[in-house]
């Protein structure tokens, strides 16, 4: 499955595993800038945050900014995750309850 979601800002495109779709019984709510999102116990923040059509973060010059490698070298998945900064999302996977806070 394929799909797209746009905010006033950027534009996100993201795939869905269509197995992910549906296999959801272990799934919990975060948190994603205020917005309560529903996820499998085995997505990763960064996903979280693409599902929630929220960038990471912002370039100096303002450019909306997502996840890039996928496995803890670019860094442009940084955000603040229950109150620590400046965490790797790519890295963490979705705890119930958690507190993702993009710049
Ligand atoms: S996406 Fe590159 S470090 Fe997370």
Do not use: W, Y
């Not at 997505?43 to 929630?52: F, G, L």
């Not at 890039?68 to 890295?91: D, K, S």
């Amino acid at each position: 499955m394929f799909g797209m979601r746009e905010t006033a800002s950027s534009r996100v495109v993201f795939r869905f595993h269509s197995q992910s779709c549906i296999n959801m019984s272990k799934s919990f709510f975060i948190n994603v800038n205020g917005r309560s999102l529903q996820v499998s116990e085995d997505t990763s923040v960064a996903a979280a945050m693409i599902m929630a059509g929220q960038p990471c973060r912002r370039s100096v010059s303002g450019e909306p900014r997502s996840p890039l490698c996928g496995m803890g070298i670019c860094l442009e998945c940084r955000a603040t995750v229950n109150g620590e900064p400046h965490l790797r999302t790519c890295q963490l996977l979705c705890v119930p309850n958690m507190e993702v806070v993009t710049e």
